[in-house]
């Protein structure tokens, strides 16, 4: 079992950053593909961004390329996601989620364990 807990989250101005920040327990965490998703009232859970255990790989959705950075700290069981330049439409639920085997899937089915979530709130 992992446990995810999620923390970061906030309300701030379009053209803001925040950075979220998950913090794993349970399993050794480098072992395990890191991902963040986001889903907003009345849509479907939508892929943000996802590391491999080494952080030797990243893969972005399009629409944050450029503008999110995730990152992890395997000493401190920690993955990162920097988002700068927030939109109003990037208002959701953003989850940590994580992958026991294989490599890096932008599919939310894949990943095995999921945090509470922590809510991104961005005003225009």
């Known amino acids: 079992q992992v446990q995810l807990v999620e923390s970061g989250g906030g309300l701030v101005q379009a053209g803001s950053s925040l950075r979220l920040s998950c913090v794993a327990s349970?399993?050794?965490?480098?072992?395990?593909?890191m991902g963040w998703f986001r889903q907003a009232p009345g849509k479907e859970r939508e892929f943000v961004a996802a590391i491999s255990w080494s952080a030797g790989s990243t893969n972005y959705a399009d629409s944050v390329k450029g503008r999110f950075t995730i990152s992890r700290d395997n000493a401190k069981n920690t993955v990162y996601l920097q988002m700068n330049s927030l939109k109003p439409e990037e208002t959701a639920v953003y989850y940590c989620?994580?992958?026991?085997?294989?490599?890096?899937?932008?599919?939310?089915?894949?990943?095995?364990?999921w945090g509470q979530g922590t809510q991104v709130t961005v005003s225009s």
């Open positions: 989620a994580a992958k026991a085997r294989g490599s890096i899937t932008m599919g939310w089915a894949w990943y095995d364990y």
């Open positions: 349970g399993r050794t965490f480098n072992s395990l593909v």
